[in-house]
């Protein structure tokens, strides 16, 4: 294998600070190095690539548009192995719980209840890391990840999965929007504007038939490519949306969203918690999916 020409690594590592950092003197202070050891570096990186990365403006020395683009491939391959260090290295008495959620789970479910969590652990640090629906298969290292129906597959034998919760899906509205154009009657829906998923084919024509009227069409149909965006759609007004508890309780509780016919309901999906069989089962690792089982009961 030809050897790989790698800039000195200290000094990528000093650049990363200092290109998003506000000035090299706070890159200094957070590496806990001197200005001028800052200022060293940064011309040692510069020799052996040839390019300037600073420019003079006033009297502080700004990272140049070619820089900062360098500086985030660099943090991204930083955040890759320090994230291998994590998932190939033994630290039994790590206090960190990784999880990889789904957006729209970890937006509108999972956040609103961490709080409660660090109330009752506050010496584990939970750190979230999303995936969309449409991802092919995990990415990066994780202790447990949430998933929405995985379909069954050679893929997932390495996981022990655990039912979560299945949500109930039903129509959800802004206030503002059934203000201005209220839905009294099923039929009512003929008037509005349905939002859509591409993640989730089929919903609306699953409620539709939940609710003995298959043949109702909107005015116009809305689709995005995630439910998450959808979600922020119907939120914002544009128009109406599936929904599904308890995935959005919060966002029921707090008068966001208003389901207009609660009492009509079609089947949601099954959220489930999935552990590599191989992991090391710490003890924080067990606090937190206690937790999350108990929460989602």
């Known amino acids: 294998m030809p050897r790989r020409p790698l800039p000195p690594l200290n000094a990528l590592r000093v650049f990363e600070t200092a290109a998003r950092a506000p000035s090299l003197s706070a890159a200094a202070q957070e590496l806990s190095i001197t200005h001028g050891a800052v200022s060293r570096q940064i011309a040692l990186l510069e020799d052996w690539l040839g390019q300037q990365l600073f420019v003079r403006q006033g009297q502080r020395n700004v990272a140049t548009d070619h820089a900062r683009a360098f500086a ?16 190939f290295g033994k630290a039994p008495q790590t206090r960190t719980v990784r999880v990889n959620a ?87 829906l003929a008037k509005h504007t349905f939002i859509a998923t591409q993640t989730r084919v089929g919903a609306w024509e699953d409620w539709l038939s939940a609710a003995g009227v298959p043949d109702v069409r909107p005015v116009r149909f809305h689709r995005f490519d995630h ?40 089947g949601g999906a099954t959220y489930v918690t999935l552990v590599p069989r191989d992991a090391d089962k710490s003890r924080p690792l067990h606090d937190f999916l206690s937790w999350v089982h108990d929460a989602a009961a």
Request: hydrophobic residues 45%; charged residues 20%; glycine residues 6%.
């Open 227 to 266: 439910y998450h965006v959808s979600l922020q759609a119907v939120i914002d007004g544009l128009g109406i949306g599936i929904g599904c508890t308890p995935t959005l309780d919060r966002e029921l509780a707090s008068g966001r969203l208003v389901m207009p016919f609660p009492e009509i309901q079609a």
């Open 102 to 188: 789904q957006t729209t789970l970890a937006m509108h479910w999972l956040m609103a209840r961490l709080p409660a969590f660090h109330a009752a652990h506050p010496d584990v640090q939970i750190v979230v890391t999303t995936s969309s629906s449409a991802d092919p298969a995990f990415r990066g290292g994780f202790d447990v990840a949430i998933r929405r129906d995985p379909p069954p597959g050679a893929e997932w034998q390495p996981y022990e999965k655990t039912p979560l919760f299945t949500e109930r899906a039903t129509v959800v509205a802004s206030p503002s929007l059934l203000e201005a154009l209220p839905l009294r009657r099923v039929k009512d």
């Open 72 to 87: 985030a491939e660099i943090s991204a391959a930083f955040d890759r192995i320090g994230d291998a260090a994590l998932r």
